[in-house]
C-alpha cells in the first residue's frame, strides 16, 4: 500500500504564492508519473501539473509561467510551487502519484487533498 501525504494549503492573498507538498511512502519501487490536481464544487477534477519519471513536466495552460512542479527523488515527494495566485486558483488541491510498486505491479494513488484559497 501507498500513502500521499500533502501539506502547504492555506489561505493567501491575490498576487501572493504558496508552495504545496507530496510525500509519498509504502511499497514504492519507482515512479512513472506524479502530479497535481485541483478541483472546485460542481466541476470535474482538472490537471495542473505531472512530472514524469525522466523529468518532462506538463502543465494546465491556466497556471503556465505561474507555477511549477518539481520531484526530489531521494525523499519520494513532488511540490508545487504557485505563484501569482489569481481567486481562479482557489480549489482542493490533490496529489497523484503513478507508481510501479515492489511487487511490480503499476498502481494509481491520490493524497487526502489540500485546500487552496485566494482571497483578499
Known amino acids: 500500500q501507498v500513502q500521499l501525504v500533502e501539506s502547504g494549503g492555506g489561505l493567501v492573498q491575490p498576487g501572493g504564492s504558496l508552495r504545496l507538498s507530496c510525500a509519498a511512502s509504502?511499497?514504492?519501487?519507482?515512479?512513472?508519473?506524479m502530479g497535481w490536481y485541483r478541483q472546485v464544487p460542481g466541476k470535474q477534477r482538472e490537471l495542473v501539473a505531472l512530472?514524469?519519471?525522466?523529468?518532462?513536466?506538463n502543465y494546465a495552460d491556466s497556471v503556465k509561467g505561474r507555477f511549477t512542479i518539481s520531484r526530489d527523488s531521494g525523499e519520494n515527494a513532488v511540490s508545487l510551487q504557485m505563484n501569482s495566485l489569481t481567486p481562479e486558483d482557489t480549489a482542493v488541491y490533490y496529489c497523484n502519484a503513478d507508481i510501479q510498486s515492489v511487487a511490480r505491479t503499476r498502481e494509481n494513488y491520490w493524497g487526502q487533498g489540500t485546500q487552496v484559497t485566494v482571497s483578499s
Open positions: 509504502g511499497s514504492i519501487f519507482g515512479f512513472y508519473v
Open positions: 512530472i514524469e519519471s525522466g523529468g518532462n513536466t
